[in-house]
């Protein structure tokens, strides 16, 4: 038994607190003793060292029921026990049923209160370590649910939802530290007017900015009392109040980049004030505040590298999609249509946004092997030699080859449209001869969207067709060139598609 735990016993008798003290004292326990429920109440507010309450039920001032009642409130954890006479026994049974652990008869009876201490300090243990449990195990299912966001707004909302709820508390914030770390951008915040969202604060002036330029996480019980920070406190409403910085991990070029300084180290700072019960923030919200923007902190930098990288993929299709064009004296303006009739279609197809997205900006490289075609052959006027055609046929195969070792989202997502954008539905295309749903959907909807853009417009070996012409061709060819199911999805949004071709005309011949 830990014998550095702390007793509080409270009886209006000064024999009894006596006799108790000594008893426990004997027994190797750091003894407190209080008059009434009150007195009681304002030492355990102060101090939150009490493991076990001893209480007297009749007191005046404050009883001991309503003492273990408001007791509970400030320590949850404390395990009270009712000390009784036989006249009072049934109100110290009810005062168990009110959240009292146990009793003890008076007069005492040594081995009895010995074995309450020990009952008493067993449960708390247990309790403890229960908590502690939940805890970890919550902390885990946050961190869990954090890494797998992959938006930066999400991520964010997610964290302060996750930290108001962990800390019982109603309002809070998260600012963004500026790349050049001068300034901070309220990014999200809860019980905050939303005309407040965006708005920029100086690193200089602010309790976000101390805790982000310090790098150090604020507790701070009451403002009114806090040298650090009192100056700021027309910023707040609240005494108390909990910020902790959201840490980049020090990277090694840290230590040999020059830019060092540039660099911020915080990334963000998490606020939160005001507790649901309107007490203080403790040294455990504290702890359990920083673990979150520890997570959120590596989850950012994640979310944010991905970002790069995409942007990276995009730029590169982009590029790409530039040198097909001049190659093959396409316009760019072929592709961009294409692009967004295959978007139109993919939503109406009944595609995620982000499936769609991907398809848009993947969708302009179907063409992209034509880089491989002599010149001779790609830009021949007039009609192609049977073996010329077999020679052009090869450059879906060549696209998805020069594509295909990418990992990434968009460029395999091109790979696959490169190779599969001329397979028909009946299986007679090239150049796999893939036959119906075998098709990759993003084959399926390019082909629709690159076939009826191509029709429309003039080419070196080709007129322009007019519209009724290819509609009349998609009708004819539903369930042979094309899936069924998007040439009636893409009958369904012809107004969109050709609202798309509006606004992206074919320039002028020169
Ligand atoms: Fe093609
Ligand atoms: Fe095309």
């Not at 998805?400 to 449209?417: H, N």
Request: proline residues 4%; aromatic residues 6%; hydrophobic residues 45%.
């Amino acid at each position: 038994m830990p014998k550095e735990d702390c007793i509080l016993v409270v009886d209006d008798e000064v024999v009894i607190r006596e006799l108790m003290s000594d008893i426990l004292t004997d027994e190797g326990f750091t003894v407190f003793s209080a008059p009434n429920g009150r007195k009681a109440l304002e030492m355990i507010r102060e101090t939150n060292k009490f493991v076990v309450l001893f209480t007297d039920i009749m007191m005046p001032e404050m009883d001991g029921i309503e003492l273990i009642r408001e007791a509970r409130k400030v320590a949850p954890s404390l395990v009270p026990i009712v000390m009784t006479g036989y006249a009072t026994l049934e109100t110290a049974r009810a005062a168990v049923k009110e959240g009292a652990y146990d009793y003890v008869l008076k007069p005492f009876n040594l081995s009895e209160i010995k074995m309450a201490v020990s009952n008493a300090l067993e449960r708390s243990r247990l309790s403890n370590e229960n908590a502690r449990l939940l805890e970890i195990t919550e902390l885990f299912n946050i961190s869990e649910s954090i890494a797998s966001i992959r938006s930066e707004e999400k991520l964010l909302e997610f964290v302060l939802g996750a930290a108001l709820e962990k800390v019982q508390a109603t309002r809070g914030s998260l600012m963004l530290v500026s790349a050049d770390g001068r300034t901070l951008e309220l990014a999200t915040c809860t019980g905050l007017p939303e005309n407040l969202l965006r708005t920029k604060v100086d690193l200089e002036s602010s309790i976000s900015g101390w805790v982000a330029k310090q790098v150090q996480p604020l507790l701070v019980q009451d403002i009114r009392t806090n040298p650090t920070v009192d100056k700021m406190s027309w910023q707040l409403t609240e005494n108390s109040f909990v910020s902790v910085p959201l840490e980049r991990k020090a990277s090694p070029i840290d230590e040999t980049n020059i830019m060092e300084s540039a660099i911020p180290r915080v990334i963000a700072v998490l606020n939160v004030t005001e507790k649901r019960d309107g007490t203080t923030f403790t040294e455990r919200d504290l702890k359990i505040l920083s673990i979150v923007a520890n997570h959120a902190a590596a989850a950012l930098e994640n979310v944010r590298l991905l970002r790069d990288v995409e942007d990276a993929q995009r730029e590169m299709v982009f590029t790409l999609g530039e040198i097909v064009e001049t190659r093959s004296r396409e316009t760019g303006y072929h592709v961009k249509r294409v692009a967004e009739y295959s978007k139109v279609l993919a939503l109406k197809c009944g595609l995620s946004l982000a499936d769609a997205e991907v398809l848009r900006m993947a969708s302009p490289l179907h063409d992209v092997g034509k880089v491989g075609i002599p010149d001779a052959i790609l830009n021949k006027p007039g009609k192609l030699t049977p073996e010329e055609f077999e020679i052009i046929k090869t450059h879906s195969q060549m696209g998805y080859d020069m594509l295909k070792v990418s990992k990434g989202r968009i460029l395999q997502a091109a790979a696959i449209i490169a190779q599969q954008h001329h397979e028909k539905f009946e299986g007679s295309g090239y150049p796999l001869g893939l036959k119906g749903k075998d098709i990759h959907i993003f084959g399926r909807i390019v082909c629709v969207a690159d076939v009826f853009d191509a029709l429309g417009v003039k080419r070196v070996y080709k007129e322009a067709w007019e519209l009724d012409r290819i509609l009349d061709l998609f009708k004819q060819e539903r369930g042979k060139h094309f899936d069924p199911e998007i040439v009636d999805v893409f009958f369904d949004s012809i107004e969109d598609i050709l609202q798309i071709r509006t606004a992206f005309p074919e320039p002028l011949e020169d």
